[in-house]
């Protein structure tokens, strides 16, 4: 009676015929998608573009190029001066910005509802009209190995993670990073990156999402003035190199006197929505797995390294199914002053035994669900979660069925689907295990 009172409760919480966001859409000629998600509580917008294109798809020794255009898309176009874009948003009452990633680019601006037209017109222009010279790419070019040196080079923790993507990924380009590798960035040129955007950026290419007080009555008349003339670009093909299997467990070790906080982090290679052939569920399965392991300071990790053992001030695991190809499931922990990372590596390793042995209940199977439907719901709350989840989504191939049908899916996952999860991720292959320790850390 308790199961059934559990699921009755998830299924009054969300009902399986309800979508996540109920977006509209429709295609531009020109092979643009079209996305609308209505949100009417106040009279502002989200517009963002999003180009099916990120780091993992630059040339051989070319890294850098997908986030250098992050940069440079804000410069001169044949009707704007250089940073006159994000000067214009700004005297409109607006805010924009980008972002880069291993499988997609995105602009996005966030404005009052009657200068939706304005930004449109300004991003339309940027798809095709973008003005590089060797005054504008030098300058910029400096900046971004500033940001490098910043984000990465002082930062013993970030160039840990960054030497385990190249252990984890022995021939996938998720081994290099996103922001590209300093020696290879100073050699770009301008022919590179002119090669880059003419291949890259064109509407056949990208998805306009636009969330906010805005109908499609309002919102398709725009798209087809401002993006709809725009003409298609050459078809993109996405040539990722596929993964070799691993024959051996691989171990990184960073040292650096600026460590306060030694870390340990052990990964496993994981399916995404996009590579989970043979066994369909198993990303969902993997998102309940993580929920119960590191979602909150009541996870299993989290209780027993932290608060039961006390061995560790912190303790979790991460996972994300959305990669175009495939994905990572990460354990994590500190150990509190006083503890070896050797007992705390054998107290982690224990409770990843344990998982193996035992599996997972019912009951952490049933929180899980309800937690994460339960978050589903509050995204509708905040003005932007919608663009960006489904922006990230359709960038990597999946489709706004799938977007919406993803609380059906999880409710749908059964004990039994997250224990052969798991137990295929964790058992079948090498792992890649990373230490971050002071000089004198043990």
Known sequence: MRYLLVILGLLLAFPVSAGVFNPKTFTLDNGMEVVLIENNRVPVVR?????KVGSADEPAGKSGIAHYFEHLMFKATKKLAAGEFSKIVAKNGGQDN???????????????????GLVMEMEADRMTNLSLTKEVIEPERQVILEERRQRTD???????????????????????????????IKALSLEDLNRFYKAWYAPNNAILIVEGDVSMAELKPLAEKHYGSIPRGPEMIRLRPTEPP??????VIKRDQRVRQPSLQRTYLAPSYRTSTEDDKAPYALEILENIMGGAATSRLYTSLVIDQKLAVSAGMSYSPSRL??????FWASPQAGVSMAVLEEALLKEISVLLEKGVSFDEVARAQKSLVNDAVFARDN????????????????S????????????????EDVNRALRTVLKDQKTVTGLLLGLEDK
Not at 157 to 172: F, K, P, S, W
Not at 246 to 251: E, I
Not at 383 to 398: D, E, F, S, Y
Request: net charge negative; glycine share 6%; charged share 15%.
């Open 47 to 51: 517009h963002m573009v999003w180009y």
């Open 98 to 116: 980008a972002f880069t990633s291993y499988d997609y680019t995105a602009y996005y601006q966030t404005v009052a509802k009657d200068r939706l």
């Open 154 to 184: 002082n930062n013993p923790g970030a160039q840990l993670r960054e030497q385990i993507d190249t252990v984890q990924y022995m021939n996938h380009p998720y081994r290099i990073p996103v922001i590209g590798w300093a020696h290879e």
């Open 246 to 251: 691993a024959h051996a467990d691989r171990r």
């Open 325 to 330: 190809d495939m994905s990572e499931l990460t």
């Open 383 to 398: 003005l932007g979660t919608a663009a960006q989840v489904i922006g990230g989504a359709m960038a990597i191939g999946l």
């Open 400 to 415: 706004v069925d799938q977007i919406e049908s993803w609380p059906d899916a999880i409710q749908a996952i059964t004990v």
